[in-house]
């Protein structure tokens, strides 16, 4: 009699912790996830066509509450081309509206590189045979950021936001390097322009998958192997990393983000986290090709939202910091970054 008892009393505690723990998971899947969903442009300093910003523009009239994160580059104002810089000006600031952010995005193009007073370097090309060394007809394009000295990633740099600055463009508060390239030299460099926000931070798998055996794979492999889709921002290297962890359009499909989007509110409720980050983006270049992908996103987002599942916030760089509880880290590293250059001069 004892041991039946006693059988019985352990399958009663097996149902009794199934139940409980049917409760808890149901619980957290009534907890509402908040996802707060980046936005952001690359603009490579390569083509402008009529057709890209007009895709812009139309993306913008359909979603007139989204922020933007503009990641614009000086070197359209450096090309050999006919078309007259202030209406490039023009045409690039209508697109950036009030709430949105500016950026830098800094690729190596031959021009660019020699209007910022640095002598042009040719190799090595992180994408080699992926893409023709004069690439529309202008090389530099993939010659990663690092392989210059900090000297002179803080030349480009000095030269963009003054280039920027002149052409009615906003203070840019953030950075994005060409291929995701950022790394020791270029943080130092940001610091010394006073940008302390750095947005290279990419999953190395979505390059692997991209470019395998690439000078781009192994750099990325070097820099963001602990990057995933889960990874959210956080203070680095006396600066405040905000990675692109979902990729971008050209590369990331609306059917892949959904794929890691699910992963991660996965993971999110099942470690009791309730706040996720997703920073997707696309290039002004071929908005008219993928941009649609980005659509297709916030949709899908925007109707899990009307379903109850999550509670969707779309941020511009310093509402997303302010959010992930590291403005006050943002705001001492300013100070003390100011403090440095102040000392630095004097010297």
Same mark, same amino acid.
């Given at each position: 009699m004892l041991k039946v008892y006693r059988h019985y009393l352990a399958a009663?505690?097996?149902?009794?912790?199934?139940?409980?723990?049917?409760l808890s998971q149901a619980k957290s899947l009534d907890s509402k996830v908040v996802v707060e #969903? #980046?936005?952001s442009i690359d603009y490579e300093g390569d083509k402008i066509r009529t057709t890209d910003l007009e895709a812009i523009r139309q993306f913008q009239k359909q979603y007139p509450t989204i922020k933007l994160i503009h990641f614009m580059n000086a070197a359209y104002f450096t090309?050999?081309?006919?078309?007259?810089?202030?209406?490039?000006?023009?045409?690039? #600031?209508?697109?950036?509206?009030p709430g949105d952010d500016l950026g830098v995005h800094i690729?190596?193009?031959?021009?660019?590189?020699?209007?910022?007073?640095v002598t042009f370097k040719s190799h090595p090309r992180y994408l080699g045979n992926h893409l023709p060394e004069r690439f529309h007809g202008e090389r530099?394009?993939?010659?990663?950021l690092d392989e210059y000295s900090t000297r002179e990633i803080t030349q480009m740099l000095e030269f963009s936001i003054l280039e920027l600055r002149k052409r009615g463009f906003p203070q840019p508060t953030s950075f994005r390097a060409g291929g995701w390239q950022s790394g020791p030299k270029v943080w130092s460099a940001l610091k010394r322009v006073g940008i302390l926000i750095d947005s290279s931070a990419v999953p190395a798998r979505l390059i692997r998958n991209l470019y395998p055996r690439s000078l781009l794979q192994k750099k990325a492999d070097s820099l963001w192997s602990t990057i995933t889709e889960f990874t959210k921002s956080r203070q680095r290297a006396g600066i405040?990393?905000?990675?692109?962890?979902?990729? #971008?359009?050209?590369?990331?499909?609306?059917?892949h983000f959904r794929e890691m989007a699910r992963n991660s509110l996965k993971r999110s409720i099942r470690n009791g986290d309730n706040k996720?980050?997703?920073h997707y983006g696309f290039h002004q270049e071929t908005a008219r090709l993928y941009l649609d992908e980005v659509s297709k996103v916030i949709d899908w987002l925007t109707s899990l939202e009307k379903e109850g599942k999550i509670t969707l916030l779309n941020h511009s760089v310093i509402e997303h910091i302010k959010s992930a509880g590291l403005y006050k880290a943002y705001e001492e590293?300013?100070?003390d970054n100011a403090n440095r250059c102040r000392r630095s001069v004097r010297k």
């Open positions: 009663l505690g097996m149902v009794l912790s199934c139940f409980i723990s049917t #969903l #980046l936005i090309k050999s081309w006919s078309k007259d810089r202030d209406e490039i000006s023009k045409r690039l #600031l209508s697109l950036i509206r690729h190596g193009w031959k021009n660019f590189v020699e209007a910022s007073g530099g394009s993939d010659v990663p405040i990393e905000v990675p692109n962890n979902m990729g #971008l359009a050209d590369y990331v499909s609306a059917e996720v980050l997703f590293l300013v100070a």
